[in-house]
T-cell receptor
């Protein structure tokens, strides 16, 4: 059974820093992996989707990488801003037709 | 992408009552899901809403407590029945688009007194 973990659980950084959020999954056979952002009391916003055949995806200041063999994905945020403060969740879809398995999230605070 | 509208966005309900949450998608999708997020927790899948047939429930969730309708490929409802304070959560509708990307509605924040 696929399990997803995220470290750290919480992170606080000063504005302008580059940072990395980590996601690990136990079964390397995945269909795709997706990163989300969630603001307090709100729904989830899709950030990046990485298909099984891809190694990374980029959107603006965000870069997500995927290493299936080691069961890891990282989300890199460049030049962090206070508006980046949110909870970031990683989700893995084991196979097409199966449901996503979510990690517990990393709560990020970017201090002005 | 997919745009998902959920109603209500929030509600405060009395113990023992029921609430129906609506989810409308701007395009036809095959896979639609309902999640629950309890305070301070990650997401828990309640069920997969199947068009034209009964929903598929995850372990710990039953149809009598969380009846789901899916009359077509763009709309679904989730009812939280006979509510108790333990049902206070954010309920989220989600869909998988054609490219395999998962999208969520804004969520319905339910408080049960």
């Amino acid at each position: 059974k696929q399990e997803v973990t995220q470290i750290p659980a919480a992170l606080s950084v000063p504005e302008g820093e580059n940072l990395v959020l980590n996601c690990s999954f136990t079964d390397s056979a995945i269909y795709n992996l997706q990163w989300f952002r969630q603001d307090p009391g709100k729904g989830l916003t899709s950030l990046l989707l990485i298909q099984s055949s891809q190694r990374e995806q980029t959107s603006g200041r965000l870069n997500a990488s995927l290493d299936k063999s080691s069961g890891r994905s990282t989300l890199y945020i460049a030049a962090s801003q206070p508006g980046d403060s949110a909870t970031y969740l990683c989700a893995v879809r084991p196979q097409e037709g199966q449901n996503f398995v979510f990690g517990p999230g990393t709560r990020l605070s970017v201090l002005p | 992408s997919a745009v998902i509208s959920q109603k209500p966005s929030r509600d405060i309900c009395q113990r023992g009552t029921s609430l129906t949450i609506q989810c409308q998608v701007d395009s036809q999708v095959t896979m639609m899901f309902w999640y629950r997020q309890q305070p301070g927790q990650s997401l828990t899948l309640i069920a997969t809403a199947n068009q034209g047939s009964e929903a598929t429930y995850e372990s710990g969730f039953v149809i009598d407590k969380f009846p789901i309708s899916r009359p077509n490929l763009t709309f679904s409802t989730l009812t939280v029945s006979n509510m108790s304070p333990e049902d206070s959560s954010i309920y989220l509708c989600s869909v998988i688009a054609a490219n395999g990307e998962l999208f969520f509605g804004e969520g319905s924040r339910l408080t049960v007194l």
